[in-house]
Structures are given as C-alpha cells and as structure tokens.
C-alpha cells in the first residue's frame, strides 16, 4: 500500500509495520507490508415461504444505507486487509468517537471490511471502513434476509507526527489517498535432469543440507562433522509431479542407510514437510500446535514444524506411500492433498540461476469451520529456515535460508556390499548389527562416530555378526581400509 504524497516528487513511501501499528515510511517497495486483499462476502438468506427450509448464498457487495431495499442495484465491493505471512488483519476496534482517533493496528482477530471510494486520478482510492448490519425488513418470519455493509463515520488518513495511519471523521478536512501496487509473482529455478546434487549454504560456511541419520531430521552441517559424512550430503533431486511448467516441482531424497531390498522396492528418505503433524486443528477448526509432536520446534513465542526426512515410495502423480519409524513414529502425514514432499526452488535477486535459492513447500493448512461444521483449508506456503543447524518451514520468505545448487559426486552406496575395490570382503550393516563376510581368520575393529571402540575380535568365520549400538560405525578389518555404514 502505497501513500499518495501532496508534495510533487515525493514517492516512495509505503506502509510497513511497527509494534503492530501500521505506519508509512520512504522505503523500496520489498520492505513494504504485504497484504492479502480479500473481497468480503456477505450471507443471503432465502426460500420459498415462511414455512420451507432457509437456503444461503454468498454475495459480495456495499448496500449503502437501505438501496437495496429501494430497488437501487448500485453497489461496490468492500475488502478486508490481511497481512500477507501471518493471521494479522486490520482492525478498526480502537476508533474514540470522542475525537481521538486512534492509530490503525494489525491484529489477529477477525477482519473489519474496508471501502476504497476512487477519485479522478487513476487507482488512487480514499480508504473507509464499513460495519456489517441486517437490512431492517429481514426477519424470521420472511422469505428473504441480506447482511449489509454500511461506511463507518470515519476514514484513514496519515499522521505526520508519528508516521502512523490513524482513523478520522469522515467530515475532516484531511483527505489523503493510496495506491495499490502488486508484487510480481517469483520465478522458479529449473534444476535440470535427475542427479546428485549438494544443496550448500550461500553464507559461504562450508555447511550443506543434510539428513540426520539418527533422528531423520534435516540439518546444515559441514562433512567434517560426525556423523555427517560426505555421502550425507549427496542427495538425490528428481522431478516431481509438474502441475505448472513456470513452477518446477522436485522431489528431495537420499538412499542413505536404506537396504538394497528397499531401493529395489522404489522406497528413499523424502524431505517433507510434517506440517499436518506438527499442528492439529483445535475446537474452532483453526491451527494449533502439537505440542508432543516430535515434528514441533519451539523457539521463544513461536513454533515451526522441522523439515524432516521420511522412507517413502511415490505412487500416483503426486502422493507418497510412507513407512512409519523411528522418532517420528508416533506421528502420520495425514493431508496428501497438496504433496508435502514437492519442493520448489524460488530465485532470488541475488540468483544466477542456480544459487541463493529458497526452498519452498505447499501444504493445505487448517483454516476453521464452515457452517455445517466441516474443516476448512487453506493452501499456503512454506520456506526453509535455519535455527541453531536445524532446518524447519516458516511461512515468512524473508526468514528463509539461501542455498547454492550444484552437481556432487558424493552420494551414498548401498549398506549391503560395502566393499574396497576388488577386495572379496564385504560388510553388510543390520538392524543393531554388523556382518562381515569373507575375512575369516583376521582381526576387526569396530567404532562409533566419536572413534570410541565398541567391538574388537578376531573372525572366527567368514559370516560373522557382531552386535553394535545403532548409528553410524567404522568398520576396520586387518589389511582393509576402514568401511563406514549406517547400522539402524
């Protein structure tokens, strides 16, 4: 939204948010408040006679003082504000008839209607509000009965003292106006054909995205921190289900500590967001956290779903089948409506091509009942955030973290023949073990991630399984060089 100055050559000056307050200040327009400007619709009640059922419509027009009733068809539409990334709308609820207007706030509750009446100059509009009434003929007994909206005895007009909208009488002699303008729609980065890609911080930090192989949680991290070896890192991008060609969608995975038998059969760990986990609907229908969700983090006042590995399958165009296990157990990805494992990758002005990129996710989310108690969604998207190395989806594209997308030779081998060149022993990593073929006979070191010995013996056979704790291990058998694999 965009103040129209009095004073020729002063431009520039935009709304933006202060402690909830909405002011103008000279800005560009990417640090101006995005608002979601939605039509209001108003309820119709009709039918047949007094005795049938009622039936409802939804109309969205501005009935001012009693035309409809007078059979005049002349009308506008009214408009509510809403912040673009949040629940915030903007209220009039803190209008003093007693000629101290107070300043227009963005508050989470619901909105209040707004007219913007157009003067001569093109797409400059004189902003009112308006209150929502009952035509005064609708009654029970009718056949008929139309909500209205009415102008509020007040407008918006700037503060110049303290650069805050405020509300004023609608006599005042302060006539101010504003502009619209629209955002651009973003681009999306086309990350070319299946392979191996490493997705790297664009901080320059030497961290990349990479799967917790213990908790399944996606993390930045730098390979020389255990257990996040280089295979970690080596994830594996591929087209997912394309919807629109301007938006290309792809699915994220790595085949880190799954078993032969599991590739075989189409399953890898898939970035997803849990946010249908993370958040339940509470009595009203809206989003609440899930506060023994294990896909929930909590920083401060605020609370993100973590983006997340999961072992799942694709089947159909744009759904997964996924397996339950380990952390995350207690938890089920309900909504497939909208895939929550289709990343997109936005450009950013920084991008040239394939670098500072945001990593985005559309999901359905919780927004309320209707009238016959049925739970409502709304589509909205999400955007990769860092807090403390730990990747979760915020709803603000300005909290994003940026990365760099390159091809990589790192990617994991498979569990079950992990071998050293020709060498005829192989080692194959089970749940809470380790076999260990073909070295009969020869002496085996087996440690944790933080080098700690947890087996030590001499082979007895060539098909031996030693028991060792779950993780990631290295396993050294004498004249080998040092095999690492995931045991679950």
Same mark, same amino acid.
């Given at each position: ?98 000629? $101290?207007? &107070? ?6 509750? =619901?909105?209040?209607?707004?007219? %913007? /009446?157009?003067?001569? !100059? @093109? ?38 003292? $303290?650069? &805050? ?6 006599? =005042?002699?302060?006539?101010?106006? %504003? /502009?619209?303008?629209? !955002? @651009? ?304």
């Amino acid at each position: 939204m965009n103040l129209v100055s009095g004073t020729p050559g002063v431009d520039g000056l935009y709304a933006y948010a202060k402690d909830s307050l909405i002011s103008i200040k000279s800005a560009t327009f990417d640090d101006a408040i995005r608002f979601k400007v939605k039509a209001v619709e108003l309820e119709k009640w009709s039918r047949e006679s007094a005795t049938d059922a009622w039936s409802k419509v939804s109309i969205a027009y501005l009935d001012n003082a009693g035309a409809q009733i007078l059979k005049d068809t002349l009308s506008a539409v009214a408009y509510t504000l809403n912040e673009q990334y949040t629940k915030n709308t903007v209220t009039n609820s803190a209008y003093d008839t007693e000629e $101290t207007y &107070a300043a227009v706030k963005f508050v989470n509750r =619901d909105a209040v209607p707004f007219v %913007f /009446k157009a003067i001569e !100059a @093109a797409d400059e509009y004189l902003m009112v509000p308006v209150k929502v009434t009952a035509i005064d003929n609708a009654t029970a007994s009718g056949t008929s009965a139309v909500t209205k909206m009415e102008e509020e005895s007040f407008k918006v007009v700037f503060n110049v003292k $303290t650069a &805050a909208l405020t509300y004023v009488a609608q006599d =005042d002699v302060r006539d101010d106006f %504003f /502009k619209f303008e629209k !955002a @651009a729609a973003p681009d999306y980065a086309n990350l070319g054909a299946p392979s191996h890609k490493i997705l790297s911080s664009s901080e320059g930090d030497g961290k990349a995205l990479s799967m917790n192989p213990t908790t399944l949680f996606a993390e930045v991290k730098t390979a020389e921190q255990t257990p996040y070896i280089d295979s970690l890192f080596g994830l594996w991008i591929d087209t997912a289900c394309v919807k629109d060609i301007t938006k290309p969608l792809y699915y994220v995975t790595t085949g880190n500590g799954l078993s032969a038998e599991d590739r075989e059969a189409g399953f890898m760990y898939y970035l997803v967001n849990p946010y249908d986990s993370a958040y339940v609907a509470n009595s009203t229908g809206d989003e609440t956290a899930n506060m023994s969700s294990a896909y929930l983090l909590k920083d401060f006042t605020d609370t993100y779903a973590k983006a997340a590995f999961v072992k799942a399958k694709v089947y159909g165009v744009d759904s997964l089948t996924i397996v339950r296990e380990k952390a995350t157990a207690a938890d089920t990805l309900k909504n497939m409506s909208i895939n929550p494992a289709a990343m997109a990758f936005m450009t950013t002005p920084a991008t040239d091509g394939l670098t500072n990129l945001i990593v985005e996710n559309t999901v359905n989310t919780f927004n309320g009942k209707d009238g016959d108690d049925a739970q409502q969604f709304d589509s909205k998207s999400y955007y990769l955030k860092v807090i403390n190395n730990v990747l979760v989806w915020s709803s603000v594209p300005t909290d994003a973290h940026l990365f760099n997308v390159a091809s990589t030779e790192l990617h994991p081998t498979s569990n079950d023949n992990v071998a050293d060149g020709a060498s005829t022993i192989s080692v194959v990593a089970n749940a809470g073990t380790v076999t260990i073929q073909g070295a009969a006979g020869k002496s085996v070191v087996i440690s944790n991630i933080l080098g700690k010995v947890v087996a030590e013996t001499v082979l007895s056979s060539d098909n031996a399984t030693i028991a060792v704790p779950a993780g990631i291990v290295a396993v050294a058998v004498e004249g080998e060089a040092a095999v690492k694999v995931v045991v679950k």
